[in-house]
């Protein structure tokens, strides 16, 4: 980044605003709400009080306002006031040790809560310049900030919110900082320039009575508590330093380990010692130790890597070209590929996958049926089509699952994968294979799918691996590289095993030459209404997004860990329909305009996805699940690149 090398009076309300939604008297006493949709040429600066991206509006933060005496006694002032009396005290108030900014007060107290900030001189957070020395280490720092600071909050109970005594009773008063989980991603709730100076974002739900001010608790809450919060969780004095140093230097080894793949001729790792399964499937968090049987790679394929911090680590090192696991039901081969997707993305120490690394462009694919697909060229899987349907540049609003697993994979091409990962409980039966018998009842020319086991070859030879767990069919042996058979959850190498019986028996599928093209395609539009309209962009879930009156379904991306990412994708869609309005950006394709957008957010941080907004819950997103947003919105309009 340029600087930051993380990421980082009222009156009551009366009939007039009656029909004009929540919250219309105070957008129009404090000016904010005549503004509609950013036009054509601006990215989106401001939120609707639930998270929806609207109009610019000037930022409070630039307001020096004064001192945490004069902070305690505005907000004694405003007791009993009309609840917007709150954007009284949008700005900069100054602290011992550090400066409080309120950068948005929310005008209802049952809109989302107010947006604020701490900032901290260098010399005051006072931590080591060798934790936040490069990209990689301030990240990590700033992600043990984000839980330190968070813990000081839950710890004492104030993240929880009051609620009672019905509409006119109190309500309000939690105080909220993005929670992490098993991966250590770049945020914006902590931050760290490269002088040292350090901010930390939360959020705050200002406590009402009905809908009238408690001046005297939010004074408790920003004047009395915030100090500690601050003080226990954001500088180095207080700070478990052996447990920062470990945290920093685990993800410093896990990114190193990532790297050092295409050098090793890898394309992913998993280290000796790991625990691979979960608590549960409501849980990342990993399964007791008692209870987990530790990684242990078959002797013959184990790698040894130097870590900068960590030594020598020996694991199982997954060779570029197509790796098979295999296995019986229930013995640890979904939960091996599954360490190995989550293997993009840093872990904290303790998850057990801290040694499980894959290649950054590593995508997950798998059919998912009623997915739209705009003019994707699904050709070197599906042709001939009855009634002579195209399939080059192929587009429908309900794919079937063949169709959609076919679109997935040239949709992670198209975007530059390197690697793709299958699960076959996941995958279209007959996109995956089509046996002899059925070959003999049903001929070839009235077959329109090619097997994906007839073009895993052509994708080798193009440089692309394969990563497939396949228990249903032996298929597969004759033309991977390596097999894995997950035994009790042991990991043993049986290739020779695999390549005799292939022998043996022979493949029902002849595999193919060529694999066919990828073609490139340019977004004309991704708003599903007028350019002008104003338009509400949420992330409800972690696997759904609202756009609009649309709903964007990334329910089958599975590389998409956090809701905070989805939040970050959710404001991504918003930037590229506003590139869309630029002269430059037309003919771009969306490989090029994510690249883009990653330039930005490698150079000038996160905050470029909502300029001005100070937002502190958003998480990186990878390019493949953007791109996987765009793809699934189903008013998007493409065309191919020819």
């Known amino acids: ?245 470990r945290h920093v230097e685990c993800v410093e080894d896990t990114h190193w380990l990532r790297s050092a793949l295409p050098g090793l001729g890898l394309v992913a790792f998993v280290g000796n010692g790991s625990v691979l399964p979960r608590q549960s499937g409501a849980s990342d968090a990993p399964m007791a130790s008692r209870d987990a049987v530790p990684f242990q790679a078959p002797p013959n394929l184990a790698v040894e890597v130097d870590l900068p911090n960590g030594g020598r680590v020996k694991g199982l090192g997954i060779r570029k070209g197509v790796t098979l696991i295999v296995g019986g039901g229930f013995n640890g081969k979904s939960t091996l590929l599954q360490a190995i997707e989550a293997g993009v993305y840093d872990k904290v120490p303790g998850d057990g996958r801290e040694l499980v690394v894959a290649v950054p462009d590593a995508v997950t694919v798998r059919a998912e049926d009623g997915r739209r697909v705009e003019a994707t060229d699904i050709s070197p899987f599906i042709s001939n089509l009855p009634f002579g349907k195209d399939t080059s540049s192929f587009s429908s609003p309900d794919a079937s699952g063949s169709t959609s697993q076919a679109a997935n994979i040239q949709e992670a091409l198209e975007l530059g994968a390197s690697c793709l990962i299958l699960d076959e409980d996941v995958c279209a039966t007959n996109f995956m294979i089509r046996d002899a018998r059925m070959q003999a009842l049903v001929a070839r020319e009235k077959e329109p799918i090619t097997p994906f086991l007839a073009k895993i070859g052509a994708l080798r030879r193009k440089g692309v691996s394969c990563i497939l767990v396949m228990g249903g069919s032996g298929d597969y042996f004759g033309v991977s590289d390596t097999v894995l058979c997950m035994d009790s959850y042991a990991c043993k190498d049986v290739t020779q095993e695999a390549l005799a019986i292939d022998q043996r028996f022979g493949s029902s599928v002849a595999s193919q030459d060529g694999y066919g093209t990828v073609t490139p395609r340019c977004p004309v539009s991704i708003h599903p209404g007028s350019s002008r309209e104003r338009l509400k962009v949420n992330a409800r879930q972690t696997n759904l997004i609202q756009y609009g009156d649309e709903e964007i379904d990334l329910s089958a991306v599975e590389q998409l860990v956090e809701k905070s990412q989805t939040r970050a994708i959710a404001d991504a869609i918003s930037v590229l329909q506003s590139w869309l309005g630029q002269h430059h950006n037309q003919g771009k394709t969306l490989r090029q305009l994510l690249q883009q957008l990653e330039t930005d957010m490698d150079s000038k941080g996160l905050d470029v996805l909502a300029p001005s907004m100070h937002a502190g819950n958003l998480a990186r997103p990878r390019l493949f699940e953007i791109g996987a947003a765009v793809n699934r919105l189903r008013s998007v309009k493409m065309r191919q690149q020819r």
């Not at 993380?6 to 709400?33: E, I, L, P, T, V």
């Not at 054509?40 to 600066?45: M, V």
């Not at 508590?225 to 004095?237: C, E, F, H, I, Q």
């Open 1 to 245: 980044m340029a600087d930051l090398v993380a990421g980082a009076g009222g009156a009551s309300m009366d009939g007039a605003g009656r029909g004009r939604g929540r919250g219309w008297y105070y957008k129009q006493k404090y000016g904010r709400g005549g503004a509609g949709r950013f036009n054509s040429q601006e990215g989106p600066d401001a939120r609707e009080e639930d998270g929806s991206t609207l109009a610019p509006e000037s930022s409070a933060a630039a307001r020096s306002r004064g001192s945490v005496a004069d902070l305690s006694a505005a907000l004694r002032r405003l007791e009993g006031k009309s609840y917007g009396a709150y954007h009284d005290i949008e700005g900069a108030w100054s602290f011992p040790g550090f400066t409080f900014i309120l950068d948005r007060a929310q005008s209802d107290p049952y809109a989302a809560p107010s947006r604020c900030r701490v900032k901290i001189l260098a010399e005051v957070a006072a931590f080591p310049s060798e934790l936040y020395r490069d990209r990689t280490r301030a990240i990590a720092l700033c992600d043990i900030l984000t839980r330190s600071f968070g813990a000081a909050v839950s710890s004492a109970g104030a993240d929880v919110r009051t609620e009672g005594g019905g509409w006119k009773g109190n309500k309000g008063g939690e105080m909220t900082v993005d929670a992490p989980g098993q991966h250590v991603l770049e945020r914006t709730s902590c931050s760290i320039s490269s002088q040292g100076d350090l901010e930390a974002r939360f959020t705050v739900a200002l406590p009402a009575r009905g809908r009238t001010v408690l001046g005297n608790w939010a004074a408790q809450i920003l004047v009395s508590n915030l100090p500690r919060y601050v003080n226990a969780g954001l500088l180095w004095s207080t700070q478990d330093k052996a447990a920062v140093q």
